[in-house]
């Protein structure tokens, strides 16, 4: 019976540490290796684009396993969202003239959702005065 073959991630640490040990009189080169090295430690980052409706929102949910990413609104997916793991939902609003705040979320059918505490998104003001209610990306 042969050994297990080796996981690719320590397949790919074990390179970049000897790629450095290969560079080490290349600062720049040496730094650029550790860089790359420490990310490797991080969560993936994915990044989904694609043109209005075209199933973005129902991707991510189905790699999370779960409904983070609202799949009928589309004034909130026209803004950058980020989705970081956390073992509680929440979500922080950056606005462009106020400091970052959390809103509150809450489940609507299994979905994620959240009050805008009666602000809107407008492309051209940032957030802006509604007073209504969405079901919109929060980070997670």
């Given at each position: 019976m042969s050994?297990?073959?080796p996981q690719l991630g320590s397949v790919v640490r074990v390179l970049l540490r000897r790629t450095i040990d290969a560079y080490?009189?290349?600062?720049?080169?040496v730094g650029w290796l550790q860089h790359n090295l420490q990310r490797f430690d991080e969560p993936l980052r994915v990044a989904i684009a694609g043109?209005?409706?075209?199933?973005?929102s129902t991707l991510l949910n189905a790699l999370v396993g779960e409904e983070i990413a609202p799949t009928d609104a589309g004034e909130c997916t026209r803004?950058?969202?980020w989705y970081l793991e956390s073992q509680v939902p929440k979500v922080t609003m950056f606005p462009r003239t106020a400091p970052p705040r959390q809103l509150t979320i809450?489940?609507?059918?299994?979905?994620l959702?959240?009050?805008l505490?009666?602000?809107r998104?407008?492309?051209?003001t940032g957030w802006r005065s509604s007073g209504r209610r969405r079901a919109c990306a929060p980070t997670r």
């Open positions: 050994a297990p073959a080490r009189d290349s600062p720049q080169a043109k209005v409706k075209a199933g973005k803004v950058v969202t809450s489940r609507t059918n299994g979905a959702a959240f009050d505490q009666a602000r998104w407008s492309r051209s």
